[in-house]
């Protein structure tokens, strides 16, 4: 296939611990995974597993399942059997499903200390279960539900109080000799958040999950997601994200992965260089980046696609990409590694550029193969 080497990182790796999520090393300069959350009814397997399958194509890596009821328990063996990617175990007040899950063989489970009783007093058990199963634990801390304790210490929840209740946490399972960790300590303010997670980098070595909790809906969420992980990653900070949106969960893998590729941690797929359009545009861009894009999703191998408006920068960025046009009246040059390959007319830009970017995969792929 062709090499997965990430291509310009934007920072040097925070040196973190590594942790197994099932097979997906997190941390340790593991590449950054992406995440989802499933939103059926997870007592309902076969809808749950179905999502579970359409998030694995679209390039999920670690999928996260909820679990409030003890049907819900009762499915997670099944699930953590039949899933394609690691499913972590979701849990909220009850300590009982924590040990369903790890005995489920989830391969991890989340916890969030501030909403689980008397979780404290559990935590020698938890400890126990989990390093018997080789089961890590998320500290999962969230501004909505901060300890009771922080939130009067501190009147909010600030990052310091964020930061405070994880250390708290995770000190209680060190005591017991546990450190297969990681931490998330998620805010719905993109601000907070970063400065938690940056404080949180400084004090401890565990990989780190970053969302920005309830971000909202997709162009809200992916805009809030997008500027928060990039200012963390762009410091080396994070090991795995999970973009939260009120959309079907399969749009917060695209977007999560887009993010990677944007910052250079993640080798890049397919690339439209489109341009915005402008008082010259001689051909509808929009329409024909669209197109494009639609025509070309899919594609495995790193491509870059220029589609400008105009000969003003449309030769100019066509050729610096792999494959491009640049349309002027009613015709389009298309562009292949620099050189103007042919010139058709506008209804014929798309297919062409779709065949000649199909000839640049296969081509790439059998170098791949051959090396
Ligand atoms: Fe305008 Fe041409 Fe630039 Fe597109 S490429 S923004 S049409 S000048």
Same mark, same amino acid.
């Given at each position: ?125 938890? =400890?126990?279960? !989990? ?5 890590? @634990?998320? %500290?999962?801390?969230?501004? &909505?539900?901060?300890? +009771? $304790? /922080? ?95 009120? =959309?079907?969960? !399969? ?5 999560? @992965?887009? %993010?990677?590729?944007?910052? &250079?941690?993640?080798? +890049? $797929? /397919? ?98 193969? !051959?090396?």
């Amino acid at each position: 296939g062709v090499p997965e080497v990430p291509i310009r990182p934007i920072a040097e790796r925070r040196v973190s611990r590594q942790i197994q999520v099932g097979p997906v090393a997190v941390g340790g300069g593991a590449p950054v995974s992406v995440q989802s959350m499933t939103t059926t009814r997870t007592s309902d397997i076969g809808a749950t597993l179905q999502q579970i399958a359409e998030l694995t194509a679209s390039g999920c890596q670690i999928v996260r399942v909820a679990c409030p009821t003890q049907d819900d328990a009762d499915a997670l063996a099944t699930i953590a059997r039949k899933s394609q990617i690691p499913v972590i175990a979701d849990i909220h007040f009850q300590p009982k499903y924590v040990f369903a899950a790890i005995e489920a063989g989830c391969a991890a489970v989340r916890v969030n200390p501030g909403n689980i009783k008397q979780f404290d007093d559990k935590v020698k058990e938890i =400890a126990r279960a !989990a390093k018997d199963h080789g089961t890590p @634990i998320r %500290i999962g801390v969230n501004a &909505g539900s901060l300890d +009771r $304790r /922080l939130l009067q210490k501190y009147g909010k929840a600030t990052p310091e109080a964020l930061v405070e209740s994880a250390l708290w946490e995770a000190s209680l399972f060190e005591e017991h000799d546990f450190r297969d960790i990681k931490i998330s300590v998620k805010h719905n303010d993109p601000v907070v958040m970063v400065n938690a997670y940056r404080l949180l980098a400084e004090q401890c070595d565990y990989p780190l999950h970053l969302g920005v909790t309830e971000a909202g809906p997709a162009f809200q969420g992916t805009i809030k997601s997008a500027v928060a992980f990039g200012a963390l990653l762009s410091r080396g900070i994070g090991d795995t994200i999970r973009v939260s949106l009120s =959309a079907p969960p !399969a749009e917060e893998v695209k977007v999560g @992965i887009q %993010i990677l590729e944007s910052l &250079g941690l993640r080798q +890049r $797929r /397919l690339e439209i260089v489109s341009c915005p359009s402008c008082g010259r545009a001689q051909v509808d861009v929009y329409k024909l980046a669209d197109e494009v894009t639609a025509g070309l999703e899919g594609m495995e191998v790193p491509l870059r696609v220029a589609v400008m408006g105009c000969v003003v920068n449309g030769p100019g960025e066509a050729r610096e990409a792999d494959l491009g046009v640049a349309s002027g009246n009613g015709k389009g040059q298309i562009f292949v590694k620099g050189e103007v390959i042919k010139t058709v007319p506008e209804s014929k830009i798309v297919e062409t550029l779709i065949e000649e970017a199909m000839k640049i995969a296969e081509q790439l792929e059998q170098d791949g193969a !051959a090396s």
